[in-house]
Each structure stands twice: as structure tokens, then as C-alpha cells.
């Protein structure tokens, strides 16, 4: 077992972490054994389905990089080319991915805001803005949330010509 792998339990071997803790253990980045064993095998299922997914719509475009950001914050793969795409966070039982929204962005969910789920807007709406935009961290807990989050995405940068449509992405496991 790796050092990753030994942080999914509590340090003091009872307690396990809270749900939405974060991989802290700095030593080295988590392998895709760490990240499952972390958020789960039903989280892990759609964490792998959107990397297949943004690797087959995006081909070439992004080299997914891991950023160590402390103690607090813990590890996060980031998809970025010269500006950040998105970054996927694994979190104990879940994952949520963290993409922001710029100022042509937000105008584009504006005109589909009616098009999005309550709760993505809900999300987009209690979000400050900041100079470079609207950070969402948009929780994936559903094929749903997934399939929202590819949409935002596809919104954010429309996927390479000639890429594998997304609706080709597909899922073994069914929603929460």
C-alpha cells in the first residue's frame, strides 16, 4: 500500500475522514488506485469518465498537471493550456471539479441560464466574482451533475473539430 493509500484512514487508525477531506499527503501525487480508494468507487467511476471525456474532446490540448496545494487544500489535477480549463479535486467520498468562469463565460451561462439545473445556477449566482471570474467548484455526485459539468465545460471551450462528440461518453455505473 502506498503512503496515498495509507491516508484514507485516520491517523489515529479509528476515526475515518470526514466526507470532503482532501489527499494530504505530500510525498508524491496520487495514483488512479489512491484517488478510487479516496472518493470511491461510484465517484471514481465519473472522475474517470470525464478525464476519458475531456481527453477525447480536447486531444492534445491539456497535460493534466498535479498541483500540491498544502496541508489544507491537499492535491488537485489541474487541465490547463494557457489558461486554467478546470481542476479536479478529489475529496474523501466525492470529487468536485473547479472551473472558472470569465467574463465571456458568464455571459454565455447567462443566455442559457434557464438551460441549467437550479442547482448549478443556485452555485453560479451565490459565487463571487473576482477579476478573473466566477470560481465554480460544481460537486459530482450523479451522471446528471456529470454530464452538467461536461456542458459547462463544452460552453467554456468548445470542444477540437473532429474530437469524439461527448455524447459518445458513456457510463458503466448509474447516477445517485
Not at 13 to 18: K, R, V
Not at 21 to 39: E, H, L, N, Q, Y
Not at 81 to 87: D, L, N
Not at 152 to 165: E, S
Amino acid at each position: 500500500m502506498s503512503r496515498t493509500d495509507a491516508k484514507a484512514t485516520a491517523v489515529d487508525g479509528g476515526t475515518p475522514p470526514l466526507i470532503g477531506s482532501r489527499i494530504t499527503d505530500k510525498s508524491a501525487p496520487p495514483d488512479d488506485r489512491a484517488v478510487r480508494r479516496w472518493i470511491g468507487p461510484g465517484a471514481f467511476a465519473h472522475w474517470t469518465a470525464l478525464r476519458h471525456w475531456i481527453d477525447a474532446s480536447y486531444p492534445g490540448v491539456f497535460v493534466p498537471d498535479w498541483l500540491y496545494g498544502g496541508k489544507n487544500r491537499g492535491w488537485s489535477l489541474r487541465y490547463k493550456k494557457t489558461k486554467a480549463f478546470c481542476t479536479l479535486v478529489p475529496e474523501y467520498g466525492r470529487f468536485s471539479a473547479l472551473v472558472v468562469l470569465g467574463r465571456a463565460e458568464r455571459e454565455k451561462f447567462e443566455e442559457r441560464r434557464y438551460a441549467w439545473r437550479p442547482s448549478l445556477v443556485k452555485l453560479y449566482d451565490d459565487a463571487k466574482a473576482y477579476t478573473d471570474g466566477k470560481w465554480l467548484a460544481v460537486a459530482i455526485a450523479s451522471t446528471d451533475d456529470l454530464h452538467e459539468v461536461m456542458e459547462l465545460l463544452a460552453m467554456k471551450r468548445p470542444p477540437t473539430p473532429h474530437a469524439r462528440p461527448p455524447a459518445e461518453t458513456s457510463l458503466k455505473t448509474s447516477g445517485r
